[in-house]
């Protein structure tokens, strides 16, 4: 059965993480997508080991369910055979900076000229109308400005970066749930529209949804910062055999905990009897928890929870989440074979519909590997095609 998104062409002009992670989540859900690259192709190419130049690990992970066509858009037939294939898209997606679509010609402005109900989503670091528009931006930049950085040292030794691309993950979301809502507005009306996606702004609303606290009111009543989250006690705690993550959060849930942690004298204890005490009172709880979860074994701390609805996990390493049971029930790691770099390994897809599920229907494409087939699809004629090709406008993989 074809995925929900069946039937929709999106144009991926994007580049790194951001818009490669939002594209191939697009991509799974069964939309066609139409990778366009520089000759020397998206830099995620060359990241990490591989097997064969420019189709490294992270370019595998997210490029999948594309198809790669390489155009120079700097010369002005690479730009004409990009707005070829523009009349055949329902969406363009991008994350260069304004000026830079600009300078090529490949504004919204100029896109609808030729299909006026294009969808046009632009992905960037600042939002165009604000003072930092012309900044560049990455995924450490952001988690800085956005005072994510800020929060991660509140609970350590100075500000530091999340250890994955948080920014750009979280802002690739934002670009799928946003093109979405552009393409159901052109289903519904025949529209198309200009969609901004700044990752600043949309990190600050992530970040700021808990931690604008006692500023929610005007006057404030009280600063900044979810206590619970940023109290440096928050982690993993040691059992005696290892780890676990234990989070009672339900007063029954605490007063069960605390009976099989051997401090019945704390079941109906005021400072936590309800959630909001707990809060106010969070530094010294996490204290408690971590010092009476090494009285059990990590096991024995699951078997109780488990029987009690306590929430609690085992600690995985990265290496650890390939002998998952439950990962492995769902066949979230699956070995396949790829067309030119041999065996490899595919994450599963998260999300899952009864009716229209999404595959993994091509594995990451070679750097041009169809660039041919992509401009016949687009009306070229094979003399022009050859013509490309000679010029090195256009390059097949």
Same mark, same amino acid.
């Not at 790194?16 to 998206?42: C, N, Q, R, S, Y």
């Given at each position: 059965?074809?995925?929900?998104?069946?039937?929709?062409?999106?144009? %991926?002009?994007?580049?790194?993480?951001?818009?490669?992670?939002?594209?191939?989540?697009?991509?799974?859900?069964? /939309? %066609?997508?139409?990778?366009?690259?520089?000759?020397?192709?998206?830099?995620?190419?060359?990241?990490?080991?591989?097997?064969?130049?420019?189709?490294?690990?992270?370019?595998?992970?997210?490029?999948?369910?594309?198809?790669?066509?390489?155009?120079?858009?700097?010369?002005? %037939?690479?730009?004409?055979?990009?707005?070829? &294939?523009?009349? =055949?898209?329902?969406?363009?997606?991008?994350?260069?900076?304004?000026?830079?679509?600009?300078?090529?010609?490949?504004?919204?402005?100029?896109? +609808?000229?030729?299909?006026?109900?294009? *969808?046009?989503?632009?992905?960037?670091?600042?939002? !165009?109308? =604000?003072?930092?528009?012309?900044?560049?931006?990455?995924?450490?930049?952001?988690?800085?400005?956005?005072?994510?950085?800020?929060?991660?040292?509140?609970?350590?030794?100075?500000?530091?970066?999340?250890?994955?691309?948080? $920014?750009?993950?979280?802002?690739?979301?934002?670009? *799928?749930? $946003?093109?979405?809502?552009?393409?159901?507005?052109?289903?519904?009306?025949?529209?198309?529209?200009?969609?901004?996606?700044?990752?600043?702004?949309?990190?600050? !609303?992530?970040?700021?949804?808990?931690?604008? #606290?006692?500023?929610?009111?005007?006057?404030?009543? =009280?600063?900044?910062?979810?206590?619970?989250? &940023? $109290?440096?006690?928050?982690?993993?705690?040691?059992?005696?055999?290892? #780890?676990?993550?234990?989070?009672?959060?339900?007063?029954?849930? #605490?007063?069960?905990?605390?009976?099989?942690?051997?401090?019945?004298?704390?079941?109906?204890?005021?400072?936590?009897?309800?959630?909001?005490?707990?809060?106010?009172?969070?530094?010294?709880?996490?204290?408690?928890? @971590?010092?009476?979860?090494?009285?059990?074994?990590?096991?024995? #701390?699951?078997?109780?929870?488990?029987?009690?609805?306590?929430?609690?996990?085992?600690?995985?390493?990265?290496?650890?989440?390939?002998?998952?049971?439950?990962?492995?029930?769902?066949?979230?790691?699956?070995?396949?074979?790829?067309?030119?770099?041999?065996?490899?390994?595919?994450?599963?897809?998260?999300?899952?519909?009864?009716?229209?599920?999404?595959?993994? +229907?091509?594995?990451?494409?070679?750097?041009?590997?169809?660039?041919? /087939?992509? &401009?016949?699809?687009?009306?070229?004629?094979?003399?022009?095609?050859?013509?490309?090709? @000679?010029?090195?406008?256009?390059?097949?993989?």
């Amino acid at each position: 059965m074809p995925g929900p998104l069946h039937g929709l062409r999106i144009l %991926d002009l994007t580049s790194v993480v951001l818009g490669p992670f939002a594209t191939m989540t697009l991509g799974d859900l069964g /939309a %066609d997508i139409v990778k366009i690259e520089a000759p020397e192709g998206d830099m995620l190419r060359g990241i990490g080991p591989g097997r064969n130049p420019g189709m490294g690990p992270m370019h595998l992970a997210y490029n999948r369910n594309k198809r790669s066509i390489v155009l120079d858009l700097k010369q002005p %037939d690479g730009r004409d055979a990009l707005l070829k &294939l523009v009349e =055949g898209a329902d969406a363009v997606l991008h994350n260069m900076r304004p000026q830079a679509m600009a300078a090529l010609r490949l504004t919204y402005d100029d896109l +609808r000229a030729v299909k006026p109900d294009i *969808v046009y989503c632009g992905a960037y670091g600042y939002g !165009a109308k =604000g003072p930092y528009a012309s900044r560049p931006a990455f995924d450490d930049v952001i988690q800085s400005v956005s005072g994510l950085s800020h929060l991660m040292g509140l609970t350590g030794d100075g500000p530091r970066y999340a250890p994955t691309v948080l $920014a750009d993950k979280t802002s690739g979301l934002t670009l *799928v749930y $946003a093109t979405l809502a552009g393409l159901i507005h052109k289903l519904r009306t025949g529209e198309g529209q200009f969609i901004e996606v700044p990752m600043f702004e949309t990190m600050v !609303a992530f970040t700021m949804s808990e931690h604008l #606290w006692g500023r929610s009111f005007v006057p404030p009543l =009280g600063g900044t910062g979810y206590d619970r989250v &940023l $109290a440096p006690e928050r982690r993993p705690n040691r059992t005696s055999d290892g #780890w676990v993550a234990l989070m009672p959060y339900s007063t029954e849930n #605490w007063d069960d905990f605390f009976r099989f942690a051997g401090r019945e004298d704390l079941v109906g204890e005021p400072r936590f009897a309800t959630i909001g005490s707990r809060t106010e009172h969070i530094r010294e709880l996490y204290a408690i928890k @971590a010092d009476v979860s090494q009285r059990h074994t990590t096991q024995e #701390w699951l078997d109780y929870c488990a029987a009690h609805s306590i929430p609690a996990a085992q600690v995985n390493t990265l290496d650890d989440l390939f002998d998952d049971p439950h990962l492995k029930a769902v066949d979230f790691f699956h070995p396949v074979e790829h067309p030119s770099e041999g065996p490899i390994l595919n994450l599963g897809i998260p999300v899952r519909f009864t009716a229209s599920p999404g595959d993994v +229907r091509r594995q990451a494409p070679r750097l041009g590997e169809h660039s041919q /087939a992509l &401009l016949r699809e687009a009306g070229l004629s094979e003399e022009e095609i050859a013509g490309l090709l @000679a010029r090195r406008v256009a390059i097949q993989g």
